[in-house]
């Protein structure tokens, strides 16, 4: 895709982005703060790109909670100010949001015109983001995913492996459920929405994408053991016994129809795409 500016360059969305798109202008933390917003809307009058994807984003859950102020920055102005910047510009905007939208409540997967109601500052901040995007009058998109991994950067894939080395018994919640998405497949997914608002100004809007099955944390522990071959035990445990500063779902399921009908997109399996970031894992 010719053109394309992306914001953020070590995060996991990028760097799989970087693999499928590497002629895309990819603006690190060095290159611009997302704390500070309107540097955010001068590198896009600066330039002359096509289409913007924004895959920065302050992501520390629990010290967002001592943080909100800088989180707040990075997850709801940055985003705001980027969308007015390709507004201005007549060029489309794409960003990615998240299940921490929602207050977990009930176990039926939600779809893009439930009630939101985020339990803790990383997800307010998010929600927020969605906001200033939609209010910024210009063709933009927010697809809000779950639980990425990948080979790269902080995640609870490289978080358990790390821990199994450690450890013969892991305690993991087992009452939090959502899809465990793989960050090639978000990268892909995004791509495919641009491609399409960029023939079409009227395409774009909220959608909702992650990996199938749903799985609980500790589900998903187990297929990591599993297919890494690891013998350390995962027990399952309720949220109470792992106090956490921030406050998580208990139901993060998404429900992914829209975007299947209106871009051809589905849920990848995600236990597929584990195998693929184990076997790039591997020394
Ligand atoms: N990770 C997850 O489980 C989920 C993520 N999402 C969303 O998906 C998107 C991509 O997430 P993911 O790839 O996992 O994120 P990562 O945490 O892997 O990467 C975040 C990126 O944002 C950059 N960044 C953070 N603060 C700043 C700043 N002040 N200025 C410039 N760059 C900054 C980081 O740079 P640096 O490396 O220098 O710190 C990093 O490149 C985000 O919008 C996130 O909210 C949605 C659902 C789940
Ligand atoms: C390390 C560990 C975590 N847990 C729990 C804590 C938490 O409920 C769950 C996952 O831990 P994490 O720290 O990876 O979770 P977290 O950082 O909250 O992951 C979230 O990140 C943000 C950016 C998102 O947008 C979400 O979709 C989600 O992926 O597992 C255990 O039960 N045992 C453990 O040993
Ligand atoms: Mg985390």
Redesign the pocket.
């Known amino acids: 895709m010719t053109g394309l500016l992306v914001f953020?360059?070590?995060?996991?969305?990028?760097t799989e982005l970087a693999r499928l798109v590497p002629d895309a202008r990819f603006l690190?933390?060095d290159r611009?703060?997302?704390?500070d917003p309107a540097a955010c809307a001068a590198a896009i009058q600066a330039s002359g790109c096509a289409a913007v994807l924004n895959?920065?984003?302050?992501?520390a859950v629990d010290r967002a909670e001592s943080e909100s102020d800088l989180a707040r920055r990075?997850n709801a102005e940055a985003p705001a100010a980027m969308a007015r910047a390709a507004a201005e510009r007549r060029v489309p905007f794409l960003h990615?949001?998240?299940?921490y939208v929602f207050d977990g409540s009930g176990e039926q997967p939600r779809a893009e015109t439930d009630p939101t109601g985020p339990l803790g500052v990383y997800g307010a901040t998010?929600l927020a983001g969605e906001r200033g995007i939609a209010a910024a009058g210009g063709q933009w998109a927010v697809l809000r995913?779950?639980?990425?991994f990948s080979a790269h950067?902080?995640?609870f894939v490289r978080t358990m492996l790390r821990l199994a080395a450690e450890r013969d018994e892991l305690r993991v919640v087992a009452d939090q459920h959502g899809g465990p998405t793989p960050?090639a497949d978000i990268a892909a997914a995004c791509l495919t929405m641009l491609a399409a608002m960029r023939t079409d100004a009227a395409r774009g809007g909220l959608y909702h994408f992650a990996g199938a099955p749903d799985a609980s944390w500790a589900g998903f522990a187990r297929e990591i053991m599993a297919q890494a071959g690891l013998s350390c035990r995962v027990t399952g445990i309720s949220t109470a016994d792992y106090p956490t500063p921030a406050r998580r779902p208990a139901n993060s399921r998404l429900d992914c129809a829209a975007i299947l009908r209106d871009f051809g997109i589905s849920r990848p399996d995600w236990r597929a795409g584990l195998a693929k970031v184990l076997q790039e894992l591997k020394p």
């Open positions: 953020g360059r070590t995060g996991q969305v990028a690190g933390r611009v703060d997302l704390a895959a920065a984003a302050y992501t990075i990615i949001s998240t299940d998010k995913t779950s639980w990425v950067g902080a995640n960050a």
